[in-house]
């Protein structure tokens, strides 16, 4: 299967490390929010956003995993974050899970708290995956 990334349409000015449009034919895959939590639901990485920013993207990748995706399947990624602030620290772990040159679309929203208040960010992703034939 083939994603179609279009990084700036025509009359829009293109992001930093995302894609205005993802497209794509095959299975959908929603990944509920992946928050820095371990295993065993212990926080990782508390006052550390690189370290809650690593856990959180290997949540996400085995939460694809058991879907039979992986995050060259992923189209779409949403950060709610409590620090807009902290997005360039995010972007940079992001960029070890996400190929730069075929990246999802994205949103990110600054929220006034997580579910624990030791949380600083929580992603979403939806991916499409080949049907099966």
Known sequence: MTLEHVIAPDGVASGNGYAHVVAGAGRFVAVSGQ??????????GE????????QVF???RRCLAAAGASFADVVK?????TDIADLPA????RDGFVDAARPPASS???VAALFRPELVLE????????AAE
Do not use: H, M, P, S
Not at 77 to 81: A, C, G, H, R
């Open 35 to 44: 928050v820095a939590l371990d295993e065993r639901g212990r926080v990782v």
């Open 47 to 54: 006052g550390d956003v690189a370290a809650q920013t690593r």
């Open 58 to 60: 290997e949540n996400l």
């Open 77 to 81: 990624l949403t950060y709610f974050v």
């Open 90 to 93: 995010i972007r940079a772990v």
């Open 108 to 110: 990110a929203v600054q």
């Open 123 to 130: 992603v979403e992703a939806l991916a499409v995956v080949a």
